[in-house]
């Protein structure tokens, strides 16, 4: 996850840790002692125009209240989703509604649709109403209807069930260390194994450690840790409102071009979520949609899938594409529509391409189609005084303090960050072109030449960034012809049919043509997505740049042999000035010594 610095800028967070939290049960909204929750302020302000604080938003919700405002109520009356309710809060903050006026708002009103709600408020930035799930509530409310006992046998049915989906899991994380899939353990751990099943156990173990290429030995806790960090409400929340990522799936899967591609179709959603681009599928009028998560944020993917009527459609499972052959062996060859949003930072950060390309080769059938299908890398040059200051400059005194020390090491890993498009001093070029019917099932590890034209005068060149374009084409086959152009993003709710609707409500039958793609882009010329932009700050900047000059060099991505989600990115580099260029033109020779710098991204 990244966050905001003061200055507008996004960094990365410290730890897991300090990113995701417990997710369980009412963690959205109550936590315990050694994690309080943020302090909420008042909905509405108190006769004396002041804002009450409290210790968690369920006072803040209860105040309202009082006040004559049930937002409890509300939501539930009028059906709202998650967006909505931000939208809703937001709204009524930025505006300083008062309670008559919010209770005289209607359902339909323009801000359930708005993006701009979807904007942090000035002052609320950590809001704890946004963070509140109101179906939690809901259920909170029924239960005071029932006894002390009824109550506490529906906690302890509820903490039963979470033990058991936590031994599945030890028990699946386990299976992967052995090179097995879970249901080899479950089949096996109803009796003592004979020697005969020991024997075979090991030497499945040993096989399929043997055919694992470039695996540390931190697997499994690289495992651990990325499906747990999608276990929480926040990082999805970050993705649903990243307009540019959701909108553009929408497009692709609620487009009346593609109708043939889904409709009275099988399709696939690996890496699944929430949900939301299985029920995409499934009011688009699949047939069937495989709905895959390792994260245990698959227990609320199951409830939104039975909440929006979408239950005989949607198949839920959960575990890791590649531990769930028998449970989809029914499927091997019958998938029409691959869709996964497997991105991460720097695009291949994360390893997750891997199990979409294995689930490619397994179940898609001969004509079936991968959403996405196309993506492409760029890299420029780049030059940010101001990143420099917020990163860098920012230790050498700080409140008249001596803190350089902190800058150790820094400089060694890359930056998840936003610049603005003017800091971009070069053209771009693409160093990577991943045609996804065609690649191999690991994970790809780029490298090309490149050379980039400075246009404009900078006294430093700082860096490179990078970013990447992802385009959904409605064909089988890519040719490679295919314009790989992406222009900056645009789209709204209003321009995608079919996000106007509601539930299990499908999209009208129509014969619109066949296909339409769609593409978006992580550039800073385009709207800002929750990817941002990599950037390989330079230890030493590269001085005195005109236009015109060059920037040579050459750039190796490799998956780091010690965790396999993290990517090394190698950079070598020279500046070619224009009268150097010249010269060498005329057949002067000059021996040219690239410098290089080696970038973890993690």
């Known amino acids: 996850m990244v966050h905001k610095d003061p200055e507008g800028y996004v960094s990365d967070s410290d730890s897991a840790s300090a990113t995701f939290s417990d997710d369980n049960d009412y963690g ?16 509405f302000p108190d006769f004396q125009g002041q804002r009450a604080s409290f210790k968690s938003p369920l006072e803040a919700l209860q105040d309202a209240k009082t006040k004559g405002c049930d937002l409890v109520r509300i939501v539930k009356e009028w059906q709202l989703d998650t967006l909505e309710v931000i939208r809703l809060i937001n709204y009524v903050r930025r505006n300083g509604l008062s309670v008559e006026q919010v209770n005289g708002l209607k359902g339909d009103g323009g801000w359930r649709n708005d993006d701009d709600e979807l904007k942090p408020v000035e002052g609320y930035e950590d809001d704890g109403l946004l963070q509140v799930d109101f179906d939690l509530l809901e259920e909170d409310v029924a239960n005071k209807d029932l006894s002390k006992d009824q109550v506490r046998i529906r906690e302890l049915e509820e903490q039963l069930a979470t033990a058991r989906s936590a031994f599945d899991e030890l028990r699946s994380i386990h299976a992967s260390t052995l090179g097995l899939s879970s249901t080899d353990l479950t089949e096996s751990s109803a009796t003592p194994l004979s020697e005969q099943q020991r024997s ?7 096989s399929t ?10 697997d499994a806790e690289d495992d651990i840790l990325y499906f747990d960090s999608y276990s929480t409400n926040s990082i999805h929340q970050t993705m649903i409102t990243d307009s540019a990522r959701t909108l553009s799936y929408a497009a692709f899967l609620l487009a009346p071009e593609n109708a043939h591609l889904i409709r009275g179709k099988v399709v696939m959603d690996v890496g699944c979520g929430t949900g939301i681009l299985s029920m995409f599928a499934a009011r688009a009028g699949a047939k069937q949609v495989i709905a895959i998560d390792a994260s245990a944020i698959v227990e609320r993917a199951q409830q939104n899938v039975e909440a929006n009527g979408f239950g005989h459609i949607i198949k839920v499972h959960r575990g890791k594409l590649e531990d769930l052959t028998s449970e989809l062996t029914p499927y091997e060859g019958k998938v029409d529509l691959l869709v996964s949003e497997w991105m991460g930072y720097f695009l291949l950060y994360e390893n997750m391409l891997p199990s979409v390309l294995v689930a490619r080769d397994r179940y898609l059938s001969p004509n079936g189609v991968l959403a996405p299908n196309r ?10 005084p101001a990143l420099l200051q917020t990163k860098l ?5 700080v409140h008249g303090f001596d803190m350089k020390a902190m800058t150790t090491g820094l400089l060694e890993e890359a930056f998840v960050d936003v610049l603005d498009k003017d ?4 053209d771009s070029q693409c160093f990577a ?9 690991r994970q790809p590890e780029p490298e090309a030449d490149f050379t980039l034209t400075v246009e404009k005068d900078v006294a430093e060149v700082h860096g490179f960034i990078s970013w990447f374009d992802t385009f959904f084409f409605p064909s089988s086959t890519l040719t490679g012809s295919e314009t790989l152009e992406c222009p900056p993003f645009t789209l709204t ?28 882009s992580t550039s800073p010329f385009s709207k800002e997505t929750h990817w941002q932009q990599t950037l390989f700050v330079l230890k030493t900047p590269i001085v005195d740049v005109k236009k015109g000059d060059k920037i040579k060099g050459r750039i190796v991505v490799r998956q780091d042999t010690k965790h396999s989600r993290q990517l090394e990115a190698e950079l070598h580099y020279l500046h070619v000035a224009g009268e150097t260029e010249a010269s060498a033109e005329k057949g002067k020779k000059k021996v040219e010594t690239q410098l290089v710098q080696v970038f973890m991204v993690r």
Do not use: Y
């Open 423 to 426: 800091e971009v001093v070069s």
């Open 433 to 441: 072109d991943l045609d996804l019917p065609t690649l191999p099932a």
């Open 28 to 43: 959205d909204w109550r936590s315990d002692d050694s994690n309080p929750a943020a302090r909420t302020l008042a909905l």
């Open 393 to 397: 400059k920012f230790w050498d005194d």
């Open 200 to 206: 075979t156990l090991a030497s499945a173990s040993l």
């Open 209 to 218: 450690s043997a055919a694992r290429t470039r695996r540390g030995a931190n």
């Open 493 to 520: 709710e209003k321009d995608v049919p079919g996000m106007e609707l509601k539930g299990s409500t499908k999209t009208q039958e129509t014969d619109a043509g066949k296909g339409k793609m769609i593409c978006f």
């Open 375 to 384: 993506m492409t890398m760029h890299l420029a040059a780049f030059a940010s």
